[in-house]
């Protein structure tokens, strides 16, 4: 699967936290990109500022369970997320994201951490997101 940053290509993990090419060809096929567990933009030096066609092949990465793309300016749409079921951590931080709409829906529920901070998603599509878990008292 062509990718054109190498950064990008060493954002990509198993769920050890290891690359998922595992054939060490410095191509992600198919069948790996399904192994992707994580996805983390903290780990890239330089540019992180991959465009929305770049990062489509990640709707195949149904195994997903945490994505951090940080400081990722490009970024303005994450419709490509709405397949990973298993999600559980998204970091939005520093993205160029003005609305969440409908990717998250599917994981809203599951998800254990979102971070939003420093973009310009309105306030009422943050408070969507916002749960508490009921809490008993005990005497």
């Known amino acids: 699967m062509p990718i054109k940053s ?3 290509y060493k954002a990509l993990f198993n769920e050890d936290y ?3 090419d595992e054939n060490n060809d410095g191509m992600i096929q198919k069948s ?9 933009f903290t780990y890239i030096s330089g540019s992180r500022a991959f465009d929305n066609d770049e990062l489509n092949f990640l709707k195949n990465a149904t195994e997903c369970k ?3 793309f940080g400081g990722d300016s490009k970024l303005t ?3 490509f997320v709405s397949n990973m079921s298993k999600l559980e951590e998204v970091s939005l931080r520093g993205t160029g994201i003005t609305t969440i709409g ?3 829906d ?3 529920d599951q998800l254990e951490f979102l971070n939003l ?3 310009k998603i309105p306030l009422t599509e943050r408070m969507q997101y916002i749960r508490t878990k009921e809490a008993n008292e005990e005497e």
């Open 117 to 119: 901070a420093d973009t």
């Open 18 to 20: 290891k690359s998922v």
């Open 6 to 8: 190498y950064g990008l």
């Open 77 to 79: 749409n994450i419709d």
């Open 66 to 68: 945490k994505l951090d």
């Open 102 to 104: 409908t990717a998250l």
């Open 106 to 108: 599917s994981v809203k």
């Open 32 to 40: 790996e990109v399904k192994n992707i567990s994580k996805v983390d």
